[in-house]
């Protein structure tokens, strides 16, 4: 059977097996997630109940608005717990019916429910507060402030009266105190705050009513003063004309201490609505209960399923397994020969040609192997055949650069003897043309030069003789070299390094490399504005060199290749002012023959800077 067939066969198990597995798990998903939702609005149930008994307390402290909102509540857990008896949707999700094994406890739910609902449905429509402690407390405010102000009338009338009547200013003070009190904790009261204060109600009466009686000579022998500092004595009686603010304080008392008898000894809460909210507490315990069990029992539920769940994930994952397998190794059986054709096309890509790839069946890696063996044994001829050229190339031009030097020598020479005037003063014509003939020769022989440098880079013969050498040195020699040519095209060169910095380099080959790079730059910079600077930085282990010029600089496109061989980034300047294109190419071959890194960063109209590392030593030592 072909690949291709067989591939179509293993995918269409994989698929059959996935679309089982799809769908039996999402049956299983949906199962899942419908009984998760049905416990979690089962456990909602117990909300719900706290909110019905949360809204029946917040009635009791007057926020009539609850009483719809315990309507609602109450709707809202019957919708919930019905819905959950047969299954169905619940607020958008989809929720499972009560298992059987719990339909009782679901009915003792139901009995706990409606005898709680039943209550607090009699809270929704019962009057919170008793009438008669709310007209005594409405009383009692209405008239707080008029209590208060003859209190303070009382005592106001009783200043001018001299130090036998001290102890009646004593008393006349208490009176004030407690008729504050006594307003304060009736406001308390009225509005649901302070707790159970109607001890304290009656016990500021009492004092109240005995300080009013001290003040008018009457008997204290009817009145509960246990508990109380207050002790019985007699006192003189207050002049008329001081007295007026006392006897109107008398009738308002009364009317008062009336209603303030009432506050005490009844509660705010209508005794139908707080014996409502009492029973509502006892009733929620006993439901919430039997939702606990209820929602237990389900988990319980929940969990056999989910085991029986499991059982039938495991049998379908024994059974993707052995699909697995199965496709595995049929697939593994198919691709292990192209392993091994990987392996030999590895090896081609190596370098390692010729090998044979055996495989006998007549399937597509047949024909592979077939085509495979034919290109590597058509590749190892004609790499046999490239390398013989390479070589007899190689040393053709190592001939023929060598035999091009030799002629140039006596050219340079003559032309030299002609010029001093050995053989004869030449006439000014005679001279231009001379001069003309040394320098093509001069071009022409570091063209030929810098071709077999480049052919030993290539060939790797490039000799580099290091020792640790004198950077000023060596960069103040180069200066003065280049100071002739810089002085004709009116350049400025010059150097940061003034000290003496000891490197590990070839000096003849950093030498050629400063040489390259500095006449680049002239190539690069105008007549009289050109400027180009050697710049040394101490990197540490290293030392960084830099050549940096203000000349027309280099395009982005063009930096990735300018050290190529032959590369020139404006080959028709270059040709006008000279250069053969492998000057940075050389200088990249020398500098890494030393373990050091060259680069070049440029900025077109604003100039460029080549720069190159070599290694730094601390003191001098001898050739390596």
């Known amino acids: 059977m072909k690949i291709i067939h067989k591939t179509y066969l293993l995918l269409a198990v994989i698929i059959a097996a996935a679309v089982i597995n799809l769908a039996l798990l999402l049956i299983t998903a949906q199962q899942g997630t419908a009984d998760s939702h049905s416990v979690i609005a089962a456990n909602d149930l117990k909300v719900t109940a706290e909110g019905v008994g949360s809204l029946a307390n917040s009635i009791a402290s007057r926020n009539e608005g609850d009483r719809q909102n315990l309507l609602t509540k109450i709707n809202e857990f019957d919708n919930t717990f019905n819905t959950l008896r047969s299954g169905g949707d ?98 308390l009261i009225s509005i649901g705050e302070g707790g159970n204060i109607h001890d304290k109600i009656r016990k500021d009466r009492i004092l109240f009513e005995a300080y009013l009686r001290e003040l008018l000579q009457r008997p204290l022998t009817d009145l509960d003063l246990s508990g109380l500092d207050i002790k019985e004595e007699t006192l003189s009686p207050i002049p008329r004309e001081n007295s007026d603010s006392l006897r109107s304080l008398d009738p308002l008392w009364e009317a008062i201490q009336l209603k303030l008898m009432t506050i005490e000894s009844q509660s705010l809460i209508s005794k139908e609505f707080g014996t409502a909210l009492k029973d509502l507490n006892v009733k929620r315990i006993d439901l919430l209960s039997s939702i606990g069990e209820l929602v237990n029992g389900w988990n319980v539920s929940l969990d056999k399923r989910s085991t029986e769940r499991g059982y039938y994930v495991q049998g379908l994952l024994v059974a993707d397994i052995a699909v697995f397998v199965f496709v595995l190794s049929s697939i593994r059986k198919s691709l292990n020969p192209l392993e091994a054709l990987t392996a030999a096309l590895s090896r081609v890509k190596e370098g390692i040609y010729g090998e044979k790839f055996e495989y006998k069946s007549h399937d597509e890696i047949g024909y592979l192997s077939e085509a495979f063996n034919t290109m590597t044994s058509t590749i190892k001829e004609k790499e046999d055949e490239a390398k013989k050229i390479e070589i007899a190339k190689d040393e053709f031009l190592a001939m023929i650069t060598h035999e091009l030097k030799t002629p140039l020598v006596p050219i340079q020479g003559y032309a030299d003897i002609l010029l001093a005037g050995h053989l004869g ?39 580099v003789k290091k020792e640790v050498s004198n950077l000023h040195s060596t960069i103040q020699k180069t200066i003065a070299i280049m100071a002739p040519q810089a002085m004709a095209d009116q350049i400025t060169l010059t150097t940061n390094l003034d000290a003496d910095v000891y490197a ?102 604003k100039g460029t800077t080549f720069t190159f590392t070599l290694p730094k030593v601390q003191q001098q030592r001898g050739p390596l």
């Not at 001069?435 to 290539?458: M, Y």
């Not at 190529?564 to 002012?577: A, C, G």
């Open 90 to 187: 619940l607020g958008g999700v989809s929720v499972s019916a009560v298992p059987s094994d719990l339909l009782s406890i679901y009915e003792k739910v139901r009995a706990s429910w409606d005898s709680y609902k039943q209550t607090a449905k009699k809270i929704q429509v019962e009057a919170v507060f008793d009438p008669d402690v709310r007209n005594a407390l409405k009383y009692v405010l209405e008239k707080n402030g008029e209590f208060v102000i003859t209190t303070d009338n009382v005592q106001r009338e009783l200043l001018g009266l001299d130090r036998n009547y001290n102890k009646h200013k004593e008393i006349a003070m208490k009176l004030q105190q407690t008729s504050k009190l006594i307003g304060e904790d009736t406001l």
């Open 425 to 463: 003063q030449l006439n000014k014509n005679q001279k231009e043309r001379i001069e003309i003939i040394k320098s093509s020769s001069t071009s022409l022989l570091q063209l030929i030069t810098d071709l077999l440098d480049a052919q030993k880079l290539e060939l790797g013969q490039l000799k």
């Open 504 to 605: 590990l380099y070839d000096e003849e080959r950093i030498h050629q490399v400063l040489t390259n790079l500095i006449k680049n730059s002239f190539r690069a910079v105008e007549q009289k504005k050109g400027r180009v600077e050697i710049l040394v930085r101490d990197g540490g282990d290293e030392v960084y060199i830099s050549v940096r010029d203000n000349g027309r600089g280099i395009p982005n496109e063009a930096l990735p290749k300018i050290f190529r061989r032959f590369y020139q980034v404006d080959t028709s300047t270059t040709r006008e002012k000279g250069g053969s294109g492998l000057g940075l190419s050389i200088s990249k071959g020398i500098i890494e023959a030393h373990g050091g890194t060259i680069s070049a960063e440029s900025e077109v109209g």
